[in-house]
């Protein structure tokens, strides 16, 4: 654990850098091939859409065992095809199909209560139209342009446009290859699933944002001096911003990863997997996104600006990504930039010279 600190510790100050501003192709690349994933899902294999978004009926059960066999053979063998037929944790067996007449409802509810020994008032029955996912998805896609519009405008006005830029980027980034990952592992799309992508863009943004504050912070003033340059500025707050991002990531998402591997996949909870499992990718990539290509996006567009320029030709010494005085450059010269004083250490008494 000490060694885990001084790493960090070293990469605070600039002891220990890692070049990630520097790998811009690279994130670039294994941003395209995920999305391109992304992509082949959500065009190739498509949604796994649930009854909300689909329409049909839906029918619950209270069970003693693991009856999902039983459950489909009997809803089969009443003439209905394709059933989708799930066990809600240990007690509810719940049942979907496509939209059904009074008629075929009737069927099924009778051969259910038959052939698992109940009253027919014990099977639950919900019908649902397909209009009613159709309202879902356009009251997430209205929230989702309203909330990236609110982003931009905040971060224009606290930082810059270009950080808005690169926090856009980033968060779009992170939504299409969550859904697309989403729709490639074939869970079943529900309203939790909509609600789950939603959040995600949240968690995206405070990291992404934190990042940026240390960036702005590290290059105040920066056309003011001429020792280093924005990319190594803003590399710099990204290897300080680091071990953070990290850390909160994996605070965030071991609670998620206990509900979907554990509480879906072991103890059988289906209600949970499907905002589990869009959370757990979205943490993932958001923290990927905030340290990577958010800041990447941010410095290519911010060393196009004439000052900047300026501020690269004019440097005299070329300061590497991986220099061990970067941050002591950066304190000395911030301290030049706001008081005019350059400290200068103490000359030795002429008799101990």
């Known amino acids: 654990m000490s060694r885990l600190g001084n790493i960090a510790s070293g990469l605070y100050r600039g002891e220990v850098s890692l070049d990630i501003v520097g790998r811009a192709k690279l994130w670039y690349t294994i941003s395209l091939v995920v999305v391109g994933i992304a992509i082949f899902g959500v065009f190739g294999k498509g949604f796994n859409l649930g009854i909300e978004f689909r329409g049909g009926a839906e029918f619950q059960i209270a069970v003693t065992e693991d009856s999902v066999t039983k459950g489909r053979e009997i809803v089969q063998q009443a003439g209905i095809e394709n059933p989708i037929v799930t066990q809600l944790g240990t007690g509810t067996l719940r049942i979907q199909t496509l939209a059904l007449s009074e008629e ?94 939603l959040t995600i863009l949240g968690y995206s943004l405070y990291d992404t944002v934190v990042v940026f504050d240390k960036v702005k912070e590290n290059t105040k003033n920066i056309e003011r001096q001429s020792r280093f340059t924005y990319t190594a500025a803003a590399n710099l707050a990204v290897n300080q911003s680091l071990v953070r991002s990290v850390n909160t990531s994996i605070v965030a998402v071991l609670p998620v990863a206990g509900i979907l591997f554990v509480g879906a996949g072991i103890l059988g909870a289906g209600t949970l997997r499907d905002i589990s499992l869009a959370l757990f990718i979205g943490i993932l990539v958001g923290t990927y996104s905030s340290l990577t290509l958010a800041t990447v996006v941010l410095v290519n567009l911010k060393e196009r600006t004439p000052e900047m320029q300026a501020l690269r030709r004019r440097a005299s010494t070329k300061t590497s990504l991986k220099s061990n005085s970067l941050q002591a450059d950066a304190l000395e010269e911030k301290i030049v930039v706001e008081t005019g004083v350059r400290t200068q250490p103490r000359r030795k008494p002429r008799s101990k010279r």
């Open 104 to 197: 075929e409802t009737t069927t099924v509810i009778n051969a259910l209560a038959t052939g698992f020994g109940v009253d027919v008032s014990e099977v639950q029955v919900r019908i649902v139209g397909p209009s009613w996912g159709a309202d879902i998805t356009r009251t997430a896609l209205n929230a989702l342009v309203v909330f990236l519009a609110l982003v931009s405008i905040f971060l224009a006005l606290t930082y810059e446009w270009r950080m808005a830029a690169g926090a856009l980027v980033a968060l779009l980034h992170d939504v299409f290859i969550t859904v697309g990952l989403y729709a490639l592992i074939g869970f079943e799309v529900t309203p939790a699933t909509a609600i789950g992508f």
